[in-house]
């Protein structure tokens, strides 16, 4: 009796990526440990992002002037260096050849021949007629002659692509000293972020301040919210970028940066924290970009900024330590409180409990219960004074009738 064979059937699963792997519902035990936030943008400001199995890197060649600015200051001083030996030495040989093939070497000496170059007489004194001819130093030893058209030739091309190889190097040289990244080390963020009160809204709030007395010019600030999300129709979108409004309907987000100033958002509908209470805080996985731009006020170069905030950073229920002075005759600015924050009475609910908390109470959210007690008490009095009103008026209608029944 032959018997059904169950060949097995290997399912293959789609290739996640890792981040979608390990944000899959998993059981709840040991190995579902809480897992360390890794920033997308360090506190310094740079980005913690490599790029691996890029194969199309000749793109990196069709802009190769980038690409000599990005690099780093070792790579890039020996290849300024390379391209001017490899350049000089290149010429250099092409002169020793053409004395060579003319047999200027075998007349050394000889004040009857006419050289191509003088007092060429070995690859050394060509090579330094190289240096000469490119940098135009001209010491007035070695100089060629009119008997020479393949040397002149030769002196032409030199001269243009020498002049070709100074402009491009003392170009990118000077590029990259005059860059303004360097400038963004006297912008600083303060270490935390902090979820506080103000005018009677919750609002999440840091601080940026400028160093230098020299100030950044149109100065412009904005936010982002780094958090992975997954929509509705199951797809994983890691680390997906949510702006977070800092003033740019209103035009705060424009600063004028001569001290120290707190940037404020303000949690509302709109806001990704809507819903966000100070319990929910500590369990979410986020990270807060922000993103200070403006132009460098002594070159007119464009700077840029950047720090982050991961959960750890924001501090719910605290505002900043004032730093601005006033003292005889101009305002001193105390930066060893720049950091410093100081606890504040907040509620510990999101912005949503708080505005269906007041919906229902038909409050705002500033009015306290002591308010609330002072309008009963004043409702309370306007319908006693109504109430003795409208009693006049009915004894004043009562003696009427007892006065016309009279005559």
């Not at 030769?154 to 590029?175: E, Y």
């Not at 730093?323 to 912005?351: I, K, M, Q, R």
Request: proline residues 3%; charged residues 25%.
């Amino acid at each position: 009796m032959e018997q059904d064979i169950e060949s097995p059937v290997t399912i293959h699963q789609p290739k996640l990526p890792k981040q979608a792997r390990e944000d899959l519902p998993k059981n709840i035990s040991k190995e579902c440990a809480k897992r360390k936030i890794q920033r997308y943008v360090r506190k310094d400001g740079k980005c913690n992002v490599h790029h691996g199995n890029v194969r199309e890197t000749y793109r990196y060649l069709t802009d190769i002037f980038t690409t000599l600015v990005d690099l780093k200051w070792r790579f890039n001083l020996l290849i300024f260096v390379m391209v001017y030996t490899v350049t000089w030495l290149f010429f250099g040989m092409i002169w020793w050849l053409i004395a060579y093939m003319r047999g200027d070497m075998d007349h050394i000496g000889d004040s009857t021949w006419t050289p191509c170059v003088s007092n060429l007489n070995g690859f050394v004194s060509a090579f330094l007629f190289s240096i000469e001819t490119e940098t135009t130093i001209g010491y007035g030893y070695r100089v060629i002659t009119d008997k020479c058209p393949e040397g002149i030739i030769l002196l032409l091309v030199q001269s243009v692509l020498g002049s070709i190889v100074n402009a491009f190097m003392v170009g990118c040289m000077f590029v990259k000293i005059s860059q303004p990244k360097k400038r963004a080390e006297t912008l600083v963020f303060s270490t935390n972020a902090v979820i506080s009160m103000r005018d009677g809204k919750l609002c999440l709030m840091f601080r940026v301040g400028d160093l230098r007395n020299s100030h950044i010019v149109e100065a412009s600030i904005r936010a982002k919210l780094i958090k992975s999300k997954q929509t509705k129709e199951g797809e994983f979108i890691p680390l997906n970028q949510t702006d977070i409004n800092v003033g740019y309907y209103t035009g705060d987000d424009r600063l004028f940066l001569v001290s120290p100033l707190i940037i404020s958002h303000e949690i509302n509908q709109q806001s990704p924290f809507w819903e966000i209470s100070k319990a929910q805080l500590p369990k979410e996985e986020l990270e807060i970009v922000v993103i200070l731009e403006g132009m460098v006020e002594a070159t007119g170069m464009t700077c840029q900024a950047r720090s982050s905030y991961i959960t750890s950073e924001i501090l719910w229920g605290y505002r900043f330590t004032p730093v601005l002075t006033l003292e005889d005759g101009f305002y001193e600015v105390d930066y060893n409180s720049f950091h410093e924050t100081y606890e504040t009475n907040t509620p510990v609910y999101s912005a949503k409990e708080l505005a269906e908390m007041a919906s229902r109470a038909e409050l705002p959210l500033t009015w306290s219960v002591s308010s609330k007690l002072d309008q009963h008490a004043e409702l309370e009095t306007e319908e006693e004074e109504k109430n003795q009103e409208d009693q006049n008026e009915r004894n004043g209608d009562v003696a009427n009738l007892e006065n016309e029944s009279k005559v």
